[in-house]
T-cell receptor, first 116, second 116 residues
Framework: AQTVTQSQPEMSVQEAETVTLSCTYDTSENNYYLFWYKQPPSRQMILVIRQEAYKQQNATENRFSVNFQKAAKSFSLKISDSQLGDTAMYFCAFMKTGGSQGNLIFGKGTKLSVKP | NAGVMQNPRHLVRRRGQEARLRCSPMKGHSHVYWYRQLPEEGLKFMVYLQKENIIDESGMPKERFSAEFPKEGPSILRIQQVVRGDSAAYFC??????????????FGEGSRLTVL
């Protein structure tokens, strides 16, 4: 069975600085997807960034980038130039390809606070 | 283009009553997923449905919980004889059939069930 571990329950960062959220996972699959979702106080889950395991290049979306280390089963999220609106819960998630689509396995989340 | 719509946003039930949660997927999406989020936890997959079919219900509790996605109308998650442990936020997500390969799910804002 796959598991996703986020070892940082809470983090804080000053506005405009950079912060890295960690995520590790365990799987015997070779092909899969990894995701970071943001859940602001409104509770809606918003996709931040997605990585396909067969791609070696790290995904980037504007101020958000990942450090994907497949051998180490690590998938950290870096947020550059942090903004107050980045304050939210951040969830790392895993999904294997094939089989049942949409069966995302989530970590327990990291609560990020961006301070002015 | 409206997003995934869930209602009610908040539902209060007494122990033993029934709870019905509704989800209308994004326009053009024919795949619906239900997730449950307990306090301080990540989301946990419950069930994956296509129109009139349950594809994967591996995350559904064996008793009292059922889900449907009829040919017409929204998807319904039904919880019979609710207990306090059912108190949680229930999220619905949808995807296009073509989107399955990319693994992208679009989430609603969730329905928060409180059992007194």
């Amino acid at each position: 069975a796959q598991t996703v571990t986020q070892s940082q329950p809470e983090m804080s960062v000053q506005e405009a600085e950079t912060v890295t959220l960690s995520c590790t996972y365990d799987t015997s699959e070779n092909n899969y997807y990894l995701f970071w979702y943001k859940q602001p106080p409104s509770r809606q889950m918003i996709l931040v960034i997605r990585q396909e395991a067969y791609k070696q290049q790290n995904a980037t979306e504007n101020r958000f980038s990942v450090n994907f280390q497949k051998a180490a089963k690590s998938f950290s999220l870096k947020i550059s130039d942090s903004q107050l609106g980045d304050t939210a819960m951040y969830f790392c998630a895993f999904m294997k390809t094939g089989g049942s689509q949409g069966n995302l396995i989530f970590g327990k989340g990291t609560k990020l606070s961006v301070k002015p | 283009n409206a997003g995934v719509m869930q209602n009610p946003r908040h539902l209060v039930r007494r122990r033993g009553q029934e709870a019905r949660l509704r989800c209308s997927p994004m326009k053009g999406h024919s795949h619906v997923y239900w997730y449950r989020q307990l306090p301080e936890e990540g989301l946990k997959f419950m069930v994956y449905l296509q129109k009139e079919n349950i594809i994967d219900e591996s995350g559904m509790p064996k008793e009292r919980f059922s889900a449907e996605f009829p040919k017409e109308g929204p998807s319904i998650l039904r919880i019979q004889q609710v207990v306090r442990g059912d108190s949680a936020a229930y999220f619905c997500a949808s995807s296009q059939s073509q989107g399955l390969g990319t693994g992208e799910l679009f989430f609603g804002e969730g329905s928060r069930l409180t059992v007194l």
